[in-house]
């Protein structure tokens, strides 16, 4: 029994070949390369996308007429100047989160969350 497995194994060392396994192993880094290679690609134009799109919101923001806007309560002006705020502050955290190469998403989901429990 021992000796038909010997057999046996020898038959798999046979079939081994240490180039075969390097060329397998070069095939399967080259994939992996062209991955990462591609994901870095997205989160570089999901990256210039979020910067076009956080420059457009403080454009607009900055060229807000608030004589144009109706007469707000004391009340709700606080209110809009704690929403506002909170929203200055979750982009910054997202976009400081990109700078450090996180995905931002996260953070800025979090960040959210984490100003409507406080105000809740």
């Known amino acids: 029994s021992s000796s038909s497995s010997s057999k046996g194994n020898a038959r798999l060392l046979e079939h081994f070949n240490v180039a075969t396994f390097y060329d397998k192993l070069e095939d399967q880094s080259m994939h992996v390369a062209a991955q990462l290679a591609q994901q870095r690609t997205e989160l570089d134009t999901f990256r210039e996308r979020m910067f076009a799109q956080t420059e457009t919101i ?15 309560g004391q009340n709700e002006f606080a209110e809009s100047q704690r929403l506002e ?36």
């Not at 007429?65 to 707000?72: K, N, Y």
């Not at 502050?89 to 989160?97: D, G, H, P, R």
């Not at 995905?103 to 809740?120: D, N, P, Q």
């Open 85 to 120: 705020r909170e929203l200055l502050e979750s982009i910054q955290t997202c976009l400081a989160s990109l700078q450090q190469g996180g995905s931002g998403l996260v953070t800025l989901a979090s960040a959210s969350t984490a100003g409507g429990a406080a105000a809740g």
């Open 58 to 72: 403080r454009g607009m923001i900055r060229d807000l007429d608030v004589s144009s806007l109706p007469d707000l």
